[in-house]
């Protein structure tokens, strides 16, 4: 079974530009859950999804949206990026409400 | 509200040898779960094992064991026979019954692993 995949791996973007990121999850994972990871706040929880639902939201501003499609992929669009918001995107899928979650190889946003 | 502690930084283990990674939790639920990821340099977090609340035993999953005292809340990794290619970056989570899918994690511990 193929894993969780995301894309792009490697994003450059400018300040106030916006960004959209993809999350497929594994076949049969209903759950997607979106986390982000630097250096200084370590990882931190953004969102989860489950059958299009977003179940959970971390404690991000509203420029941090995702949503979820009817085949299980997800999306995260952050909008008028800040140089605070690079970092590694990490998106996590499982199948059932509370089973353990797998990680995508994540998507390294890059802010100048 | 939920927290992982992580105290130690950094690791040094030779190979063959055994390591155990610290982590203590604090949640006012009594029912939740706690998990170990791996990290290495590439990114990805890679599920290593899982220890349920209400689980009597220890959990196992090959050369990872998960010590795991609930009245101390610690739920230590203990790898077994290290390798080379265990030299990463590992943390520690918890799950609460009432936060569905979201993680809380530690600041992580770095190992690395010594021919």
């Known amino acids: 079974k193929a894993g969780v995949t995301q894309t792009p791996r490697y994003l450059i973007k400018t300040r106030g530009q916006q960004v959209t990121l993809s999350c497929s999850p594994i076949?049969?994972?209903?759950?997607v859950s979106w986390y982000q990871q630097t250096p200084g706040q370590g990882l931190q929880f953004l969102f989860e999804y489950f059958s299009e639902t977003q179940r959970n939201k971390g404690n991000f501003p509203g420029r941090f949206s995702g949503r979820q499609f009817s085949n299980s992929r997800s999306e995260m669009n952050v909008s008028t990026l800040e140089l605070g918001d690079s970092a590694l995107y990490l998106c996590?899928?499982?199948?059932?409400?509370?089973?353990?979650?797998?990680f995508g190889p994540g998507t390294r946003l890059t802010v100048l | 509200a939920q927290k992982i502690t992580q105290t130690q930084p950094g690791m040094f283990v030779q190979e063959k040898e055994a390591v155990t990674l610290d982590c203590t939790y604090d949640t006012s639920d009594q029912s939740y779960g706690l998990f170990w990821y791996k990290q290495p340099s590439s990114g990805e977090m890679i599920f290593l094992i899982y220890?349920?609340?209400?689980?009597?035993q220890n959990a196992t999953e090959g050369r990872y064991s998960l010590n795991f005292q609930k009245a101390r809340k610690s739920a230590n990794l203990v790898i077994s026979a290290s390798q080379l290619g265990d030299s990463a970056m590992y943390f520690c989570a918890m799950r609460e019954i009432t936060g569905f899918q979201k993680l809380v994690f530690g600041t992580g511990t770095r190992l690395l692993v010594s021919p």
């Open positions: 076949s049969g994972h209903r759950s």
């Open positions: 996590a899928s499982s199948n059932r409400g509370r089973d353990t979650q797998y």
């Open positions: 220890q349920g609340s209400y689980d009597e």
